[in-house]
């Protein structure tokens, strides 16, 4: 089909008759065609039957794309906003989203396959070679550049100028100083605020959301409770922020005593039940994905795995440290109470932390 | 004798509350002793080979004393039991019983031992008159951090997953939060009231339904599978086209 071509006869103007055709404008202004390059004849060079197929392929690729421009717009005036269609794989959805997505896509696709397809097929394929410039500057610009140089530290004097030299280098050395200082102000460095939890003695334990106190009885084997200290609220409205909550919420499971391998101080559970802070001590995700059988706790965030039955001891994942554990017990009307506040920080690690 | 008649008692309650549920050959049987003694015949056969004769249980299944009747009528009208194959997480499938043989299994097997009884459809329907919103907080504080915040579900450790919740009844999501199933902790009526429990139905009902104006869902779980779409069909079709544009023409 293609027949081997001699690329030095591509760019010469007076062949009339080789394609493809170049004006002899042009061809001056080009860089130098590629020696010892192969250069092939395409098919649309040879037959102007394909060539005239080629270019009524761009035409109808460039018409489709009208077409879907067409599209968007009458759908975009036609199709009311509200309607909805089932379309297979996607379900019940928007209907104009759908049309304007697709029409806008597709005109846009269209154009820029319908460009390649003329790149490709009738536009000029001559391989051509530009010649890289050598990034080294020429000698004399070199000495030149280096001449202005020791001009310019001559008559700065900065070599015989100690004292001028000294005091720059000092300057320079110390004005990087304000950034770092300036970190301070990133806020008020936390107080207590790390290591306090709104937990303290006696204070009721109640479900998260609803808020109700809980008795030991309501919490069968097996059973997870998401919950709050009784004041949560009080203390959200009086903040204004959400910083309490973020700190307080624990998590309550019962399991058999018997189940129970160890935990963080004598009896610090309720016959069986135990209360976790629910805040991960990796970098702080709520984490309550609980599996009662194997009384493992998993992070949604970074799969660490706390064991519940086990001091809530990491067990997998980035966590490095277990879950704080929340002495619990009842008061005299039988619901549950904390017996103290936290005896370690909850949640991830920090700076000031401590071991 | 006196459990047997306590266990009775509450299949009773479960079942007069859903008969509208029962098939016509269900609603044949008369008391609930002959419902009992149809499912003894259908445990003999299909259940006992795994959990003991007595519903004892076995080194192949686990005792059924005291599971009650919701978690009977949960596993086994939800497809996961009798089960195809052990393994870390069983799945759900198309059940093996019809519902009335669900509901005699679910009478004979509370006759082991007193546990949740089927809840009434009274209890289940209540969902519709539930407030969503209510339900919405609920369920992102105790549902979603394993079914995820769409119902889709999500892994958990050593191959066991939280399922999608997009098949779930009304009745099998109540049963399911009174007898958790599997890896699911209980939600017991005390500590998530039956209120908060029909609130939370509702907010599922919601999201089963809710439509896709922005297009494919790609399962709902967020950032891990539409990031794979754009990087293997997007970034796919652009690297087609690259070879294209660059491919010699003949």
Known sequence: MTEKFDINNTFDPDKENQAPKISKEVATKLPTAAKGVDHYLRRTDTDSKAARRAELQVAALFGASSFFTLVFLVSFVAIPREKKIAVSLIGVTGAQNLVLGVSFGFAILLIGIGAIHWAKKLMSDVEIVQERKEIKPADDVQQEALAAFRVGTEESGIGQRKLIRRSLLGALALFPLPFVVMLRDLGPAPKGELRKTAWEEDLHIVTDITYQKIRPEDIPVGNLVSAMPENIMEIQEEEQNLNERGKSAILLVRMRPEEIKSQQGPDWDYQGIVAYSKICTHVGCPIALYEQRTHHLLCPCHQSTFDLSDSGQPIFGPAARRLPQLAITVDEEGYLIARQGFQEPVGPSFWERGA | ?250
């Not at chain 2, 859903?18 to 499912?39: F, Q």
């Not at chain 2, 005291?66 to 009208?77: K, L, M, N, P, R």
């Not at chain 2, 919740?165 to 890896?183: C, F, H, V, W």
């Open chain 2, 1 to 250: 004798m006196l459990v047997l008649f306590f266990a009775l008692g509450l299949v009773s309650i479960g079942f007069t509350g859903i008969n509208k549920l029962v098939t016509p050959a269900a609603a044949k049987i008369g008391s609930e002793e002959t419902l009992v003694d149809k499912g003894s015949a259908l445990f003999a056969e299909g259940c006992s080979t795994c959990h003991g004769l007595n519903g004892q249980g076995t080194s192949d299944g686990p005792t059924l004393a005291g599971v009650g009747a919701a978690a009977v009528h949960f596993q086994v009208s939800t497809g996961r039991m009798p089960m195809a194959a052990p393994g870390a997480q069983v799945m759900r499938k198309k059940p093996s019983y019809n519902e009335a043989e669900t509901l005699a299994l679910a009478a004979h097997i509370a006759t082991f031992g007193p546990g949740p009884a089927i809840p009434s459809e009274e209890q289940v329907n209540e969902w519709q008159n539930a407030s969503l919103a209510e339900g919405g907080e609920l369920f992102r504080t105790n549902c979603a951090q394993c079914h995820n915040f769409a119902g889709s579900g999500g892994a958990l450790t050593n191959g066991k997953y939280a399922p999608s919740l997009g098949q779930a009844t009304p009745l099998q999501i109540y049963e399911a939060m009174i007898t958790g199933p599997q890896s699911m902790p209980i939600f017991s009526d005390k500590t998530l009231t039956p209120e908060s429990k029909a609130a939370i139905i509702r907010y599922i009902q919601e999201l089963n339904k809710s439509e896709n104006p922005g297009g494919m869902d790609l399962g709902r779980v967020g950032p891990v599978t539409e990031g794979l779409v754009l990087w293997v069909v997007g970034l796919g079709s652009l690297i087609i086209f690259a070879v294209w544009i660059g491919a010699r023409v003949r």
